[in-house]
């Protein structure tokens, strides 16, 4: 999928805008590239992760987790996040997976500063992006990788370049090695091509 996106000069990203990027640059395309596993519960009873936007962040990366990222990375020279949305979709809803499946329900947050994953309810309690939403039920969470001075940077796409923002996820006090369902990820992405 071939999406506009905004200008390379851009730091912050409202929505989908073009214009000229700055001389010496050609912007290529948009590309939203995902991500798609299976949410199972650990022997412990537990599930967490933080779903990173750099090259090396998070338990779920973009250059290690992306499907799309092998070809895309092989036909331009820089990159940048533009956002990310993860979505949860349960094995069973309501009644009849309740059945199978005990716990305490989803904690997400998103994370601007960290990208690594809660081992602990506790551990996300203090963010004022705090959600919950029952381990039945499905849900989703999105955010702008743009919002503040710096996000919007272009990245060399073979440099070793770390991105702290994520979304983090935590479930625990859940029946052991039960499957919860699936978490799918998206990340909207402006790849640039050097003149």
């Given amino acids: ?6 200008p390379s000069a851009t730091t912050s990203y409202r929505g989908p805008i073009h214009q000229n990027p700055p001389r010496g640059m050609l912007e290529r395309s948009v590309q939203v590239l995902n991500y798609d596993s299976t949410v199972t519960a650990t022997a412990g009873g537990s599930y967490a992760l933080a779903i990173g936007t750099g090259s090396s962040s998070g338990t ?17 020279s820089d990159y940048r996040v533009l956002g990310l949305r ?4 349960p094995q069973l809803e309501g ?5 199978t499946v005990s716990g305490g329900p989803f ?13 602990v309810y506790g551990d996300l309690a203090s963010f004022n992006t705090l959600r919950f939403c029952a381990n039945n039920k499905a849900w989703f969470r999105e955010v702008s990788m743009m919002g503040r001075p710096g996000e919007g940077d272009i990245i060399p796409i073979t440099t070793a370049f770390t991105r702290f923002q ?3 996820v935590i479930c625990t006090g859940i029946t052991a090695n039960a ?3 699936r978490i799918h990820v998206w990340w909207r992405v402006q790849f640039f091509h050097r003149e």
């Fill in 179 to 181: 499957v919860l369902g």
């Fill in 60 to 76: 779920v990366t973009l250059q290690a987790n992306a499907l799309e990222w092998t070809s895309f990375s092989g036909q331009f």
């Fill in 86 to 89: 993860v979505e949860f979709v």
């Fill in 1 to 6: 999928m071939v999406l506009a996106g905004p």
């Fill in 95 to 99: 009644a009849q997976y309740a059945s």
């Fill in 107 to 119: 904690y997400t947050v998103t994370d601007m500063d960290d990208a690594t994953a809660p081992t």
């Fill in 166 to 168: 994520s979304i983090k």
